[in-house]
Structures are given as C-alpha cells and as structure tokens.
C-alpha cells in the first residue's frame, strides 16, 4: 500500500520562530494531503488540507507547501507558540476513501 | 456540536479476556474509522465503514478482532481473546465522503 514518512521525528524551536514540519509520500496519484496535530491524550485534529491541483494553501498561521514533483509536503507554522507543541502527521488519502498517516514528528516549543 | 465520541476512555484487562470499544461517530457522517496507535507502527488503519457498510477490514490483525456498525450512530470494535500485544490507543473517527475524518479522543487498552 501507499507508504508517508516524515524527515525529522523531532524539531525544537523557539516561541515566535517560524516552524517547518516535512512530509514525503509515494503514491503520486494521491489527489488529497491532510495535516493533523496530536496533543498528549488526545486524538489527531484536523489543521489544514490541501488537494493535488494546488501548490499552496494558507490557513491561520500555518501554510500548507505541495510539490508534486518530489511528492513532498510541507507544513509551516509562523510564529510559533507554546500551545503549538505537539506530534504533526501528514496523510495521504488513498484509493476509496482511506487516509494513510506518516510516523508523525513531535514539536517542541522553547519559550 | 459533539465530536465524535468513544468508551471507554481507558480499559485495563487480563490476556483471554474479551473486550469490547465504543464509538459514536458524528451525526450525518457515513464513513467511519476504527485506527490502532502504538510508538512501534505508528497509527495503522484497521478498518473502515461507507454507509454502515465495511469497506475494507485489511488493515484488522486477526480474526480475534471484528468490527460491526449496526447502526449509522454507532459501532463496536470487539476483540477475543485479548493478548498483551493488543495494548495500543484505538481511535475512531468520522467522516463524510471525501471529506477530512474528525476523531475522537480514544481508549486506551492494556492488557496484562
């Protein structure tokens, strides 16, 4: 099936410092990407969306970067706060309607 | 609105026993998800329903584990006998077609 990892398992960052979480996925057929955060004792929760025929997609304070390319994602996080520490999955849907999740990287905001 | 709902929230039994997780998905959702969470495989996809209806259960380990959804507003994840490899977090979440799955908080099992 379709396989999504992430680079970096970890990132540490500053508050206020601008965050940068990274995504490979392998299926280039994949037409819908989802990035989720996860806080300790909870459920993933939906942040932003993007489908294949964009390349960018702004939310409230994070952008969403798809290039189809190197099938790479990209979650930006601008001014990054200490509520914002979490793990952040990207995931790729499928076909039917499944999602497959990548491994998912913790971030650490420093105040 | 409430988000979509499971029980128990924690759940900690002996290997052999039977255990059975909750989910009530959101209202007027049509598919729903059941997921397993562990450090070592991350969160895995066990099964999934379209209009109450399993569409792909390729993701369940064994046949110690089912899944029913009798009802659009309510599904089960049942498995017997428990082995202490089980122990995980199990969401579940829902959706409607095509659109982004909201979770709910999970349960977390162990089994000793």
């Known amino acids: 099936g379709e396989s999504v990892g992430l680079h970096l398992p970890t990132l540490s960052v500053q508050e206020g410092d601008n965050s940068i979480i990274n995504c490979a996925y392998s299926n280039s057929a994949s037409d819908y990407f989802i990035w989720y955060k996860q806080e300790s004792g909870k459920g993933p929760q939906f942040i932003i969306d993007i489908r294949s025929n964009m390349d960018k997609r702004q939310g409230q304070r994070v952008t969403v970067l798809l290039n189809k390319t190197v099938k790479h994602l990209s979650l930006q996080i601008a001014a990054t706060q200490p509520g914002d520490s979490a793990v952040y999955f990207c995931a790729e849907r499928g076909t039917g309607n499944q999602f497959y999740f990548g491994t998912g990287t913790s971030l650490t905001v420093i105040p | 609105d409430a988000g979509v709902i499971q029980s128990p929230r924690h759940e900690v039994t002996e290997m052999g026993q039977e255990v059975t997780l909750r989910c009530k998905p959101i209202?007027?959702?049509?598919?729903l998800f059941w997921y397993r969470q562990t450090m070592m495989r991350g969160l895995e996809l066990l099964i999934y329903?379209?209009?109450?209806?399993?569409?792909?259960d390729s993701g369940m380990p064994e046949d110690r584990f089912s899944a029913k959804m009798p009802n659009a507003s309510f599904s089960t994840l049942k498995i017997q006998p428990s082995e202490p490899r089980d122990s995980a977090v199990y969401f579940c979440?829902?959706?409607?077609?095509?659109?982004?799955?909201?979770f709910g908080d999970g349960t977390r099992l162990s089994i000793l």
């Open positions: 209202s007027g959702h049509n598919s």
């Open positions: 979440a829902s959706s409607q077609t095509g659109q982004p799955q909201h």
């Open positions: 329903f379209n209009n109450n209806v399993p569409i792909d």
